[in-house]
Nanobody, 116 residues
Framework: QVQLVESGGGLVQPGGSLMLSCTASGSIFSYNAMGWYRQAPGKERDLVAIASSYGGNINYADSVRGRFTVSRDNAMNTIYLHMNSLKPEDTAVYYC?????????WGQGTQVTVSS
């Protein structure tokens, strides 16, 4: 059984910063991909960023590239999303994602609201 636990969401003013974290537990393969998706009200769930466990391969959505940074602690099966220069359009529920050879897993989601 795999579980993803997220933390770090909240309310922030435009231009501010937040950091999200997600820790995976259970049967975790050493080779995997972890990342973040987000879903705004009335919209589809979209990729924010995803990083492989090895090789340093990280993909960012165009809308966040240069403002958001993903980092991983493979030993702790944890991924972080550092969000800077936040905009109101970044408001969404952010979901942690884990892709393994046999299945995909999702966290419960954490709300990020960017508003003055």
């Amino acid at each position: 059984q795999v579980q993803l636990v997220e933390s770090g969401g909240g309310l922030v003013q435009p231009g501010g910063s937040l950091m999200l974290s997600c820790t995976a537990s259970g049967s975790i393969f050493s080779y995997n991909a972890m990342g973040w998706y987000r879903q705004a009200p009335g919209k589809e769930r979209d990729l924010v960023a995803i990083a492989s466990s090895y090789g340093g391969n990280i993909n960012y959505a165009d809308s966040v590239r240069g403002r958001f940074t993903v980092s991983r602690d493979n030993a702790m099966n944890t991924i972080y999303l550092h969000m800077n220069s936040l905009k109101p359009e970044d408001t969404a529920v952010y979901y942690c994602y884990l892709r393994q050879p046999r299945d995909d897993y999702w966290g419960q989601g954490t709300q990020v609201t960017v508003s003055s």
